[in-house]
C-alpha cells in the first residue's frame, strides 16, 4: 500500500485548506484513517481519525474546525480545515492507522 498526501500549502489565519490521502490498493477501504501532524522540534500528534464506516474522531484542539471524510470510491480520505490558526502550522501525515503505512507528509504553514 502506498499513501499520497497533498493539499499543502502557505494560508492566512483564517483561511480554509483540505488535504488528501490517497492509497494504492484495495484495502485502503477496510482500514481507519489518521492525519497527524509534527511541527518543527515537536512530537508527532494525532489530528484526526476516521474508522472504515466512516466514524470521525478529532483531537480536542481542532474540533469544530476540522473535518474529516472519506471517498471510498476514490480511495481517499480528505481532512478539511477551517478557520486556520498560526499553532496549526505543520507537516501533515497520512497513515493507515495501527499499520506502518504512512503518506510522505504535506507542508501547511499559516501565516499573515
Known amino acids: 500500500v502506498q499513501l499520497q498526501a497533498s493539499g499543502g500549502g502557505l494560508v492566512q489565519p483564517g483561511g480554509p485548506l483540505r488535504l488528501s490521502c490517497t492509497a494504492s490498493?484495495?484495502?485502503?477501504?477496510?482500514?481507519?484513517v489518521a492525519w497527524y501532524r509534527q511541527a518543527p522540534g515537536k512530537q508527532r500528534d494525532l489530528v484526526a481519525r476516521i474508522t472504515s464506516g466512516g466514524f470521525p474522531n478529532y483531537a480536542d484542539s481542532v474540533k469544530g474546525r476540522f473535518t474529516i471524510f472519506r471517498d471510498s470510491a476514490k480511495n481517499t480520505v480528505y481532512l478539511q480545515m477551517n478557520s486556520l490558526k498560526p499553532e496549526d502550522t505543520a507537516a501533515y501525515y497520512c497513515?493507515?492507522?495501527?499499520?506502518?503505512?504512512w503518506g510522505q507528509g504535506t507542508l501547511v504553514t499559516v501565516s499573515s
Open positions: 490498493g484495495s484495502i485502503f477501504s477496510s482500514y481507519a
Open positions: 497513515n493507515l492507522l495501527g499499520t506502518r503505512f
